[in-house]
Structure formats: C-alpha cells, structure tokens
C-alpha cells in the first residue's frame, strides 16, 4: 500500500502562484506514474498532470500547458506542481494520484492509490 500526503494548497489572486506538493510512502512498480487530478464543485475529476519516476515522461492536461510544471525528487520520493498565472477556473480540490501508466502517448493511468485532497481557490 502506497500513501500519498499532499500539502501547499491555499487562497490566491488570479495571475498568482501555487506550489503543491506530493510525498509518497513508497515507490513499486504500481506507482511509477504520479501525478495530479483536480474536481471543482459539481464537476468530474479531471487530469492535470503526470511525472513517470522510471523515464521522467511528462504529460499535462491542456488547460494547464504552459502554466503549470511537474516535477519530481527521487531522494525525497516526492512530486512537485508548480502552478503558474492562476485563473478562477483553476480553483479546486486537487489530489495527487498514483498508479500504473496505461498509455504512454496520452500519459493515463490506472490510478490505485489516492491522496486526500487539497484545496485551491484563485479569486478574482
């Protein structure tokens, strides 16, 4: 069982900056892609980003290319996302996310292991 501890969401004005933060317990082979799904109220979860730890493959969501940047740190077993020029729409609970890849050319996953959720609120 992997866990997964989330944390750096907040209030922002629009325009501003996020740093979220993802540490898991451990790393397997069920894992290697990890990454961020975001729900706003009354609407799915939706992808944001994925880091894969074993070739550093990167996908984003396009809604947030450009904007935002994931990256990850082997030694702390910890993903970053960075969120840049935030927008109202960007406001969220955000979940890190861990799983097998499922498709290496749109970066899907098979999610099996969830965070708890952090939220952000961009004003505007």
């Known amino acids: 069982q992997v866990q997964l501890l989330e944390s750096g969401g907040g209030l922002v004005q629009a325009g501003g900056s996020l740093r979220l933060s993802c540490a898991a317990s451990?790393?397997?082979?069920?894992?290697?892609?990890m990454g961020w799904f975001r729900q706003a109220p009354g609407k799915e979860r939706e992808f944001v980003a994925t880091?894969?730890?074993?070739?550093?493959?990167?996908y984003y969501a396009d809604s947030v290319k450009g904007r935002f940047t994931i990256s990850g740190d082997n030694a702390k077993n910890t993903v970053y996302l960075q969120m840049n020029s935030l927008k109202p729409e960007d406001t969220a609970v955000y979940f890190c996310?861990?799983?097998?890849?499922?498709?290496?050319?749109?970066?899907?996953?098979?999610?099996?292991?969830w965070g708890q959720g952090t939220q952000v609120t961009v004003s505007s």
């Open positions: 451990a790393r397997t082979f069920s894992s290697d892609a």
């Open positions: 880091f894969l730890w074993s070739t550093t493959n990167i």
């Open positions: 996310a861990a799983g097998p890849l499922i498709n290496g050319a749109t970066g899907a996953t098979m999610v099996r292991f």
